[in-house]
């Protein structure tokens, strides 16, 4: 069965500090991943998309890692703000399940003074 | 960026009535677009899979009957609740695949549906 798990389920940092969240998946045969941004009662957006062969991609303060032979990935925020209070979801795809996404439970961040 | 607009934001109903959603996609074209549902504090659910002048794949315990799903073009597809109940309270979000390029996805802003 296809599955993401992320850890931790929430997490509390203050302004300035930074975090590595982190997305272990079992999803077979892998295509890609993905890492989401939520705000509360927003749609997600996306921060990164990384396939089989790339092992890290940048987005700004965003950093996410991706080990296709442990099938793990992290997501690392650098400098956190308070804006980056949200909750952050690993989305893993799989070839063949037509555009199938696996989406995990996410983990809740709040950054505070 | 690419944005996917979701109709109503939210929106407030009497139990037995049919509220419907549009999801549309303002700059790009889309042949496939998916809507979720997410309960607070949980991840988002996929309930079906839209594509443009078929009909829509629905995941397994979704009633089909239940939650209408119309793609009449590739910039909008709709969701209609039918015959709402207060346990279809839930968070909506659609998404839409980007027809060229890499075919990344682009989620709407969701539509908080409570009924009453």
């Known amino acids: 069965k296809n599955q993401v798990e992320q850890s931790p389920q929430s997490l509390i940092i203050l302004e300035g500090k930074n975090c590595t969240l982190q997305?272990?998946?079992?999803?077979?045969?892998?295509?890609?991943l993905r890492w989401y941004k939520q705000d509360t009662g927003r749609g997600p957006v996306s921060l990164t998309i990384?396939?089989?062969?790339?092992n890290t991609k940048s987005n700004g303060r965003y950093t996410a890692t991706l080990d296709a032979d442990t099938k793990q990935s992290s997501l690392h925020i650098t400098a956190s703000q308070l804006s980056d209070s949200a909750s952050y979801i690993c989305?893993?795809?799989?070839?063949?399940?037509?555009?199938?996404?696996?989406f995990g439970t996410g983990t809740q961040l709040k950054v505070e003074l | 960026g690419a944005v996917v607009s979701q109709h109503p934001s939210w929106v407030i109903c009497k139990s037995g009535t049919s509220v419907k959603i549009e999801c549309r996609s303002l700059?790009?074209?889309?042949?496939?677009m998916f809507w979720y549902r997410q309960f607070p504090k949980q991840s988002l659910m996929l309930m079906a899979t839209?594509?443009?002048?078929?009909?829509?794949?629905?995941e397994q315990g979704v009633e089909k009957d239940k939650f209408l799903i119309n793609h009449a073009s590739l910039t909008l597809s709709t969701l209609t609740v039918t015959s709402a109940h207060p346990e279809d309270s839930s968070f909506y979000i659609c998404?839409?695949?980007?027809?060229?390029?890499?075919?990344?996805?682009?989620f709407g802003e969701g539509s908080r549906l409570t009924v009453l």
């Open positions: 998404s839409a695949r980007r027809l060229a390029g890499t075919g990344e996805l682009f």
């Open positions: 997305c272990n998946y079992t999803v077979s045969p892998f295509s890609n």
């Open positions: 990384m396939t089989f062969s790339e």
């Open positions: 989305v893993v795809g799989f070839t063949g399940g037509g555009n199938k996404l696996t």
């Open positions: 700059d790009f074209q889309a042949t496939t």
């Open positions: 839209s594509n443009e002048g078929s009909k829509a794949t629905y």
